[in-house]
C-alpha cells in the first residue's frame, strides 16, 4: 500500500506506520510537494498494489504527473484533511476507518 499525502510528514507516515504494524502489508509513506521528505517515484507507483492519498487533489495531482504509471492502480481518496499531527489519535483513528472501509471491499 501506498500512502499519499503533501509532504510526507504526518498523514501519510502515520499510515505507513499504522499499517505496517499488520504482517499482511508492506506499506510506503510518500510526497507530492517539492519539498515532501519523500516525494512520489514512478517506482513506488510500480511497486504499489494500492494507492490512498489523503486529499481529491492529491488524486488530481498524481494522475497528472504519473498516467501512464497507474494504469491498473487502484488510487482511493480518503478525505483526511492536512489538520492532524504524526501518530496523532484522532489521525490514527480516521486512517483505521477508512482503509479498513476499502480493504474490506476489495476482500
Known amino acids: 500500500m501506498l500512502f499519499v499525502c503533501g509532504r510526507a510528514r504526518w498523514r501519510s507516515p502515520t499510515a505507513e506506520r499504522l499499517f505496517s504494524r499488520d504482517p499482511r502489508y508492506s506499506c510506503r509513506a ?3 510537494s517539492a519539498k515532501a521528505k519523500r516525494k512520489v ?34 488510487v482511493y481518496v ?5 489538520e492532524y499531527e504524526f501518530m496523532s489519535p484522532a489521525l490514527v483513528d480516521q486512517l483505521r476507518i477508512r482503509v479498513a472501509a476499502y480493504l474490506e471491499t476489495a476482500g
Open 30 to 32: 510518500r510526497g507530492l
Open 78 to 82: 480518503l478525505d483526511i484533511p492536512d
Open 41 to 74: 517515484a514512478a517506482a513506488d507507483i510500480a511497486w504499489a498494489d494500492v494507492i490512498f492519498v489523503m486529499e481529491r487533489t492529491h488524486s488530481t495531482r498524481l494522475r497528472e504527473e504519473h498516467r501512464e504509471g497507474l494504469k491498473g492502480t487502484p
